[in-house]
């Protein structure tokens, strides 16, 4: 069978880590796509030079033309400029909204039966207008945002409590910004609630509230530390893991920025939700049952969304 083939359009940071990890995990043959002369070009060559040390069969090349990614089968997007020290991922809107509309094109264009994956910041609207722009299917374009935000949340829980990542489960909903909603009810150690092991002494309140900021804060940390640019190397992983369970059709139930019409009480938009990943790309939407003040800060970040979407209906009117 022929390898799958993977598009990754932005060669940044991102770009690159995400190559490499598709490489050693072997999910295909990966175009790196940038309109950086040369850098797409590099990143692949360099990544290809490191495959007979580690042992992994794929072609890696880099592209500046669009065509080179017909017939991609997942296509991540990460084009457009990351944020500095003092930004917020919402002022990135207008540059990279302009990007998702030649991303978008690009991929409509030259690779229509992808699997899209987008990165690119400010989240949940730029996943929108990227699906306006290309005209996909909505199950098959998605945004990256949740599984990256629960891995910050299962870390910071596991450092807290001193046990393995591996058996901390972590729940995160909303848009992919302050107004994130960590969810402690259904976060667990071993299948035991967050506020299950308040009460068995494991944590205070005090220091679970303290995590659940620092996890809606985690990205403006390693911008904060990094100075340059925001963080890489977990959300390329987070992204692997999504494609992969699109690929090999694992059916992972993994919150994602998915476009939401009837559940939850709205009415056709993105916002980070649980969902399931498999060959149809999201094929569920899973639809758990929230306490009032759980409702109230998902609807929070619901609004402060739909505001970045009316924001990008008034900077480009074919939007609207
Ligand atoms: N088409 C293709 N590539 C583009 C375009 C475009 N129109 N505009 C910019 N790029 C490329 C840049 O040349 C650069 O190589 O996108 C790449 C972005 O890479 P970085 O600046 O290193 O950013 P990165 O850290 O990878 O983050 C990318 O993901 O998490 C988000 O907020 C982050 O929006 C940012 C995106």
Redesign the pocket.
Known sequence: MARAKIAL?????????LAHLVGLKELGDVVL????EG??QGKALDIAESSPVDGFDAALSGAQDYSEIAGADVCIV??????KPGMS?DD?LGI?L??MK??GE?IKAHAPDAFVIC?????DA?VWALREFSGLPHEKVVGMAGVLDSARFRYFLAEEFDVSVKDVTAFVLGGHGDTMVPLTRYSTVAGIPLPDLVQMGWTTQDKLDAIVQRTRDG?AEIVGLLKT????YA?AASAVQMAESYLKDQKRVLPAAAFVDGKYGLDGMYVGVPTVIGKDGIERIVEISMNDDENAMFQNSVNAVKGLVEACKGIDETLA
Do not use: E, W
Request: glycine share 20%; proline share 7%.
């Open positions: 359009i932005g060669a940044g940071q991102i770009g690159g880590t796509f940038d309109i950086a850098i797409p990460t084009a457009g400029v990351a944020r991922r990135l990279n302009k990007v030649s991303v690009g990165i690119t910041n400010p989240l730029m990205g640019g925001s963080a890489f959300p």
